[in-house]
């Protein structure tokens, strides 16, 4: 009976599969490891089960040939078994082989059956690293086969795949049952459309499966790899199209036009010739609002791009049509602070009402704001606007959702409090995400939810190599700042390490602030979460409030005081009223004072590149010259700690620390994979595969393009099902 995909473990051999490993062969069977924890369950399960690395037991050698330190494979017989006890009363078995040039031992300690598997005159595969001892040839770390009449070697004499193992099987036994697995089923269907496979010059898939557990050659090996990560690329990009064209395709949105001049008003009330960068991104923007199809922008830009007046052009365009627009932030002090930044920009515009928080004195609470005298019909507010965050609560709270509901809010700025449940719309038409990374595809697609099908704006300033956001952001249209405000100075940074270096900091702080400039500590509580890592950013606030600036003010912000109190204290230092800010990793993201001109990041080797390079775009963000120090309390081996501080010296452009973040800790931690709603590549690294992704890519929206239900295609869409098993709601409902 031949074996199939879909046959469990035990149908290959239910001798190897009910082979027990552990003390006295006390475990459980391999299947039942193989099944938990292993997650194998079928053949096809186990033939996914790719080899960790290989040996290279290829060449056969004489025992007069070998040389010790070798790794070599010897076919010879057994002359002789002898057992005995060691002095510490262990069992030591020695099997003495002879190939007709010389003499061979394998020595067996605590394993006395060797003395009855091995009799003389039986012929052996030996593969192992060659040793001497006591003037005798021996293999060390060895494997052995006994051969017997048909003689079909799985572990010696090849290239051995070594496959991931765990407690309770060894990779012996693994490499055995796909061996035979693969002895006794018959050829795999090929999965690919036939033509792909034969225009990419690919192996089949049943080539690529055998040779990628027991290649016969490194080049049959290497094309195996090649066709198997193509498999997962493919795979991956296929629901990336498949998406992306159901997005596109099901959906009627909202064709927006904008009337009345608004968008024209905006742009002229602006404090700041926009760059050539930001006019780009908000023509492309604008123009994809007002086709019907529901726009998906994510819009990249490094710190201090100008990302937010392009987001508030945007929700002008809505409102200026006549519907609502929303604006998500990832913090409250981050939410607060786009509610401020928008507030002077319409203010300018005039004509604004703010419906605005009770507690907020400094604000026209409530009030019809008049505009400039040439700001046009003052009497009609064109726009009321709204916040909308934790701390927003009570009768406050009531009024903006209230807003929303009747439509009367065209304009909300808040934090995850808008996609909670009871906040409902009118007409949203908008949807803005900033920093796209700190949020789950899930919370972006509740912000959508909201409306009936709205035009949605990412944005993120985490640079993100252009290859990888192809796939991460597959289904988005990509637009890019790709160049800041001009007149910015560029930013010195320096790593500090030796207590004068520390001194030279404090005295830059000491003559900024003299200066009338301010400045920013970075303590390392990077898990707000984390009650030590707070207690000691504090314990450092005092020490430098009372020890190193008696003189100046210094003040503490973190991630565990009330919302409320970070509001007032961001607001304090934003109007100059504190020289120190002193804060945990809460600035991270978006806060904006361009007073701050330095910077210095305690512990600076924790954290990784790209949160650093967040934090550095706290400074130089206005038009007087910012340094940066970072302190380096690194062990004297972090040599990839000092290597990010390096590259953090040597360059300020986020696309060249993505890169080089990139190369140092690889992708997976740039931003949150499982976040990213996205199935597990095994061999495939998109990073590495540059080119295999691209050709991934296009063949798999080719084929969406051609045929977007998979019609002709049932196993395509059943790999989809598979492969986007954990994150099916992704793919299929948006
Ligand atoms: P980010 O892209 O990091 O969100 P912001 O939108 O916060 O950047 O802008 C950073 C700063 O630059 C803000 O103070 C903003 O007012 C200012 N800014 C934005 N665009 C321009 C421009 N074209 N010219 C000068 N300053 C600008
Ligand atoms: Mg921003």
Redesign the pocket.
Known sequence: MSLSLDSPIEAIDPRVAGRRTGMRNKGRPAAEVLADPLGITSVDALLHHYPRRYIDRTSVAKTRDLKVGQEATVIANVKRVSKRQTRQRRTMVTVTLFDGTGYLDLTFFNQPWAATLYKEGQELAVSGQVGIYRGKLQLGNYEVEILSGSSDMVHTARITPVHPATEGITTRTIRELIFRALQKIPAIEEPLPADIVAAESLSSFDEAIRAIHFPETDEGLQRARERLKFDELFALELGVAFRKHRVEADAEGVAHTPSDGLVERYLASLP????DA?HRAMDAIGEAMTRQRPMNVLLQ?D???????VALHAAIVAVASGHQAAIMAPTEVLAGQHGR?METLLERLGAVRFLDVDDRPDDGQGSLLDGPADAGDAAKPTLTYAVLTASVTGKDRLRVLDGLTSGDVDLVVGTHALVQEGVAFKDLSLAVIDEQHRFGVHQRMALKGKGGEPDVLIMT?TPIPRTLALTYYGDLDVVV?DEL??GRQPIETRVVATAAERKAAYELIRAEVAAGRQAFVVCAAIDEANKAEVKAAETEAKRLASDVFPDLDVTLLHGKMRPADKDRIMEEFRRGEHDVLIATTVIEV?V?V?NATVMLVENAERFGLAQMHQLR?RIG?GQHRSYCFLSDHSKPDNEVARARLAAMVRTTDGFELADEDLRLRGEGTLFDVRQSGLPDLKLARLAEDIDLVKRARARAFAVIDEDPELQAYPGLLRELQTRFAGSIDWLFHS
Request: aromatic content about 4%; charged content about 20%; hydrophobic content about 20%.
């Open positions: 700041f010739e926009p760059t930001q830009g710190v201090g791009s100008g990302k937010t007046a930044s300033a700042l405000p001009k978006g904006d361009p775009g963000r």
